[in-house]
DNA sequence: TTGTATGCGTTATCAA
DNA sequence: TTGATAACGCATACAA
């Protein structure tokens, strides 16, 4: 089907590495005739030449090849990083291959798996959590590898996330500060990075007020729409309901809208809602949500960049970066005054 | 850092070949002793062996990698689709590549040229339309291939897509029933296969209806969200604006909503919004819209079996599958009278 | 039951 | 200015 450089010697009557510099080397640098060059040219034209990149990747051990793991590709906030991923790494001359573990750490444990089978350059990973031995595995075997998001604290590998602690902290402060007290989290995935530091940017926010934490009012177990909608139906029936509610991500406040919405309840009058992350679509739900902002951009920016510093320098220290979260005020908290409080507890 | 079946064999003292046999083959086949193979084994788990995919690849002529090609990864419809496309190929032992040629068709063809330098087995493209000649070389090369959702109506390769058509009918024939005449449309990329028959199926429509066709209704040219905000806005200064606007796609809708907001237009009371495509958070948008779904899951299952198909039988007859589209009807419509648009002008 | 030899397509080294 | 050759890691036909 496809031509090789041997075919296109062949009709030339050149050798193969005359063939092959033409083609890909900066093949002034050999000082090949110009006769030949074109010669080889027109050929390769007309045969359809193509590079065969597995080839030349185990000739030079180098695949220009980024692997990317990200947990729900249809998740909005990592689709975005995906796409802004993709832009940062061709700027390299890099090309990039992802997989979705679906917060399933067995295909994580795969997704590596194949990632090195195919060996790639350097891999970037936001990682379900909960375990790592298999990335101290990739870090002890010398792959240039980096985190993005969802990281590990006690692991030494360079990483790039946002603060989330820092993040639930301003989301719940301004739960607090409009006058909420009783107010819930529904946790994505427990034992995952992007969870626990969630969590306890919410508990730090609680202490620091001197309210004390409901452990009733902490539930849920994943990322994804459906458990938000369970938990909020759950937590609505509780009989001293939350006023409020924080969200450890985007796709849970989903589920949480709809809940509501099947109960009648409004947003904000009836129930305060925040959540972390903050996709495109946001600003046009019903209400406008007010959210916590990633710097999506600048996140992939340094994490492109850290990897290829590591793959220059294996043996520079690593290094663990904190980016800044932002709280977008919109239209789905309402102040709460003593007395709206007292109101609806005897409404209930 | 990473070891080979020769290096296990220096190990264990056997062959490379058996090395290969054992790790690889259905080793009883060859009737390796239970010995040697314990042994072989041993060998690679101790020395961390992990198979070489390039040089597999090299040899067998054969990658288990599919290619796929979307125009917008960060668009809510694609990433649903490349995360089905993604379990149903792994359930045939498949991994793919995905590129995002984010609407540029340069972008989509050098995408074809590094899928055929990689040597995938086939390829799934969502193509951004406008030209075809870069996927007549794929199919003139032999190569296993199938277009989904994005087509070309003049080209023989397999294809799946929604009856595009069919869709544009459906939602504009319901603004019609519920009283609507002054429909704008807001297009996606022009001489695109989905805008070319969404377009088509929106002029069916109004021309089944005795309506005439305003081709300043007519109007935008991507399927951006900016691209229905801005149109949106200019739609709205019309002296006579339109009573309801049918937009192309789910980003084009968000726009559209934006730009209402702005302007302080309700919807539906002010005005009507209908869009194609029909995403997670359609439902939890202020209103919810009314909208056409498309089977995404039975278009990635197609579009798989499709391949595979292609993949062993390579001159079977092509096959173009049109699926049937669903009208959602939620919140964003509303019922006119003659009335109503009677005060709506006079009020302008 | 196992080993030897060859080739997949490329590039780098050495030689001419 | 160009060519011959070896090697990257693997799988297989053929031999033993």
Same sequence: chains 1, 2.
Avoid at 112 to 130: P, Y
Avoid at 325 to 331: E, G, I
């Amino acid at each position: 089907m496809s031509s090789t450089l041997k075919d296109i010697a062949n009709k030339t009557g050149v050798s193969v590495s005359t063939v092959s510099r033409v083609l890909h080397d900066n093949s002034k640098k050999y000082k090949i005739s110009d006769e030949t060059q074109e010669r080889v040219k027109k050929a390769a034209k007309e045969l359809g030449y193509r590079i065969n990149t597995l080839a030349r990747g185990l000739r030079l051990q180098k695949t220009y090849e980024i692997g990317l793991i990200v947990p729900d590709i249809a998740n909005p906030f990592f689709s975005a990083m995906i796409k802004s991923l993709a832009g940062e790494l061709r700027k390299g001359g890099y090309n990039f291959i992802v997989y979705d573990t679906d917060e399933d750490i067995s295909i994580e444990k795969s997704a590596v798996k194949s990632l090195m089978e195919k060996r790639v350059d350097g891999m970037i990973i936001a990682s379900v959590g909960q375990e790592f031995s298999h990335i101290q595995k990739l870090r002890d075997a010398n792959v240039p590898i980096v985190m993005i998001d969802r990281c590990f604290d006690s692991l030494d590998i360079d990483s790039v996330s946002v603060d989330n602690v820092k993040g639930s902290l301003f989301a719940v402060n301004h739960l607090i500060k409009e006058g909420h007290t009783r107010i819930a989290f529904i946790q994505g995935l427990p034992g995952t990075y992007a969870n626990e530091t969630r969590l306890q940017g919410y508990k730090q926010a609680l202490n620091d007020a001197g309210i004390g934490i409901d452990e009733h009012l902490i539930v849920g177990d994943d990322f994804r729409s459906l458990n938000g909608y369970l938990e909020t139906k759950h937590l609505l029936k509780n009989p001293v309901p939350p006023t409020a509610i924080f969200t450890a991500g985007d796709l849970i406040a989903l589920g949480a809208l709809e809940a509501c919405r099947e109960h009648g309840i409004r947003i904000p009058s009836d129930l305060s809602l925040v959540t972390f992350d903050d996709p495109v679509f946001t600003s046009y739900l019903s209400p406008a949500l007010t959210a916590i902002e990633q710097p999506i951009q600048k996140m992939t920016e340094m994490a492109v960049a850290m990897l290829y510093r590591r793959m220059r320098n294996p043996d520079d220290e690593r290094r663990k970066i904190l980016l800044e979260p932002k709280l977008n005020v919109r239209s789905s908290v309402t102040r709460l005054t003593t007395l709206t409080t007292i109101t609806r507890i005897t409404n209930q």
